[in-house]
């Protein structure tokens, strides 16, 4: 049996279980407009989670009376990388799992945590964070788990 493709099949089921989870993850979310969930993995294990919400100690209400995200509302990406500060975990060379494609500021944030793959679910409008991260040589996959 050729191992190579056997070990591809083996990462997309796991990517596809991670994603699966990083989706139920972002359930715990209390935005209206858009829900996402994000995990770090590494050495098969989960360090590290988040979803998009408030601050610590802030009201658990995303959006204002208009229906648009307020500027002080945290991606998930972002929330799982900062648990990692707080963790004795490294992320580097982990890989991330989140539902929604990384904004270009998520981006950035992953590349100066060493995270190494991002697995995402959904595209996003804009691609400048996906471009980021593999202009910065990170491995970008797409897994449509729907």
């Known amino acids: 049996m050729d191992t190579d493709l056997d070990n591809k099949n083996k990462q997309r089921e796991l990517d596809t279980r991670y994603i699966r989870m990083a989706s139920i993850w972002s359930e715990n979310s209390y935005c209206i407009r858009r829900k996402v969930g ?9 360090i590290s989670d988040g979803y998009n919400g408030t601050p610590s100690g802030f009201e658990n209400i995303c959006e204002d009376d208009n229906n648009t995200t307020k500027p002080y509302v ?5 929330n799982a990388i900062t648990k990692i500060a707080c963790s004795n975990n490294s992320s580097d060379g982990a890989t991330m799992y989140v539902t929604a494609a990384p904004c270009i500021e998520c981006a950035k944030l992953i590349i100066q945590a060493g995270i190494k793959r991002v697995v ?3 595209s996003y409008r804009l691609d400048d ?11 970008v996959v797409f897994i449509d788990h729907k």
């Open 38 to 46: 994000a995990l770090i993995v590494k050495d098969k294990m989960i």
């Open 74 to 78: 945290l991606h998930a990406e972002a």
């Open 120 to 122: 995402y679910s959904e």
């Open 129 to 139: 964070g996906i471009q980021l991260l593999k202009r910065a040589n990170i491995e």
